[in-house]
């Protein structure tokens, strides 16, 4: 079983950043490929980005590339998640996930993650 909590999400002008967290217990964390996904309203949840379980390799949704940069820190079981230049359409609950699978693994696909986190919302208003 492994928990996950995120921190981070909150109000902020359009082009302003934020960095999301997302600590881990209850397992070896570097067994587990991480991600972020988000959700608004009436629509699905949808990836942003991917890390592998040692973070040598990322993938990222095409709406976030050169935008978001997702990083990881295995002694301190965290995923990070940090969020340049924000649009409104950005706004979301984003959830992070993990994926216990092979090393240089990023998956895309919600289904294949394990466990997820409640979720931290990000509004991008002026």
């Known amino acids: 079983q492994v928990q996950l909590v995120e921190s981070g999400g909150g109000l902020v002008q359009p082009g302003g950043s934020l960095r999301l967290s997302c600590a881990a217990s209850g397992s070896i964390f570097s067994r587990y490929a991480m991600g972020w996904f988000r959700q608004t309203p009436g629509k699905e949840r949808g990836f942003v980005a991917a890390i592998s379980r040692g973070g040598s390799r990322t993938d990222y949704a095409d709406s976030v590339k050169g935008q978001f940069t997702i990083s990881r820190d295995n002694a301190k079981n965290t995923v990070y998640l940090q969020m340049n230049g924000l649009k409104p359409e950005d706004t979301a609950v984003y959830y992070c996930?993990?994926?216990?699978?092979?090393?240089?693994?990023?998956?895309?696909?919600?289904?294949?993650?394990?466990?997820w986190g409640q979720g931290t919302q990000v509004t991008v208003s002026s």
């Open positions: 996930a993990a994926k216990r699978g092979a090393i240089m693994e990023t998956p895309k696909d919600g289904n294949e993650y394990d466990y």
